[in-house]
């Protein structure tokens, strides 16, 4: 199993522009989760989603959209980036409670 | 969710068992305490849980005080690979929608000495 996977990496997006990141697991997991980190600080929920079809909200989703169109991917869409979007995005799924499962994050620079 | 307390720092030497203590003084009886960490650079990595007893895996032990308002992660034997931040959160596994969100804080950032 490759786990969660996400691209791109590295991205440099000028403000205003628009992407999209992209989260795909393959552990046949409901719950999947976008967090983001800013440097020197713990992770901050924006989306997560229980199931294909439907996602809700999280502590930071102010800028963001998501969509679950089916159990394996969870994009995660940035409209007009702003430079407090420069972060850290941690894609994560689970299947229980106690273990999340992380991607290895996308170091996004708006610039 | 309850609050939890962490020391900012610890160093460890390299073999030793490191032990990162965790206060959650406010936890109710229904929370668990899960710890997990994130080495430099990359997504955080599930380490243990537990909710009265102590645990034990592959990489950890989990020690709950019988009141519940700590806790400590044991390290046994901690090598190089180990240096990492060690989260302690509490949450209620149960409630409803979006009970399966986990709120990250600073941590504790263990540094495993040579």
């Known amino acids: 199993n490759a786990g969660v996977t996400q691209t791109p990496k590295f991205r440099i997006l000028k403000i205003g522009q628009s992407m999209t990141l992209q989260c795909t697991q393959d552990m046949n997991h409901n719950y999947m989760y976008w967090y983001r980190q800013d440097p020197g600080m713990g992770l901050k929920l924006i989306y997560y989603s229980v199931g294909a079809g439907i996602t809700d909200k999280g502590e930071v989703p102010n800028g963001y959209n998501v969509s679950r169109s089916t159990t394996e991917d969870f994009p995660l869409r940035l409209e007009l980036a702003a430079p407090s979007q420069t972060s850290v995005y941690f894609c994560?799924?689970?299947?229980?409670?106690?273990?999340?499962?992380f991607g290895p994050g996308t170091r996004l620079t708006v610039l | 969710d309850a609050k939890t307390t962490q020391p900012t720092s610890m160093d460890c030497a390299e073999g030793r068992a490191a032990n990162l203590p965790c206060n959650h003084s406010?936890?109710?009886?229904?929370?668990?305490v899960y710890w997990y960490r994130q080495i430099h650079s990359q997504g955080p990595q599930y380490i243990i849980h537990g909710l009265k007893n102590n645990e034990t895996n592959e990489m950890a032990s989990l020690i709950i005080t019988e009141d519940r308002k700590s806790s400590t992660l044991i390290l046994p034997h901690a090598t190089l690979r180990d240096t990492a931040v060690y989260y302690c959160i509490v949450r209620d596994s149960y409630s409803g929608a979006g009970s399966y969100q986990l709120t990250f804080g600073k941590g504790t950032k263990l540094s495993v000495i040579p």
């Open positions: 994560a799924s689970s299947y229980s409670p106690w273990e999340q499962f």
């Open positions: 406010t936890i109710s009886g229904n929370e668990y």
